[in-house]
Nanobody, 122 residues
């Protein structure tokens, strides 16, 4: 059993900032990849940012230069710093982690957080 708990969402004005956090807990041997996805009503879920266990990052073109993903491996936590927020960033943001589960040995499995609402509006 692995749980991902998110925090940091809310309402912010255009140009403002938010920092999302996602902490993983449970039967974790190690976490390989972590990432943030988002989905707005009527739209497909999209990858916002991802980070490997070694710290390699990738970003959607729409957020490059504005968002920064980071992780603390000792805490099994991933962060998303969001600056210069725009109305188009409004969505439910989901944390994802690819985990080596203790009960499964070296095999990996993907887990999702519950989602947190980010609303950018004046």
């Amino acid at each position: 059993q692995v749980q991902l708990v998110e925090s940091g969402g809310g309402l912010v004005q255009p140009g403002g900032s938010l920092r999302l956090s996602c902490a993983a807990s449970g039967s974790i041997f190690s976490i390989v990849d972590m990432g943030w996805y988002r989905q707005a009503p009527g739209k497909q879920r999209e990858l916002v940012a991802g980070i490997t266990s070694g710290g390699t990052t990738q970003y959607a073109d729409s957020v490059k230069g504005r968002f920064t993903i980071s992780r603390d491996n000792a805490k099994n936590t991933v962060y998303l710093q969001m600056n210069s927020l725009e109305r188009e960033d409004t969505a439910v943001y989901y944390c994802n982690a690819v985990v080596q589960v203790m009960a499964l040995g070296i095999s990996t499995r993907s887990f999702w957080g519950q989602g947190t609402q980010v609303t950018v509006s004046s």
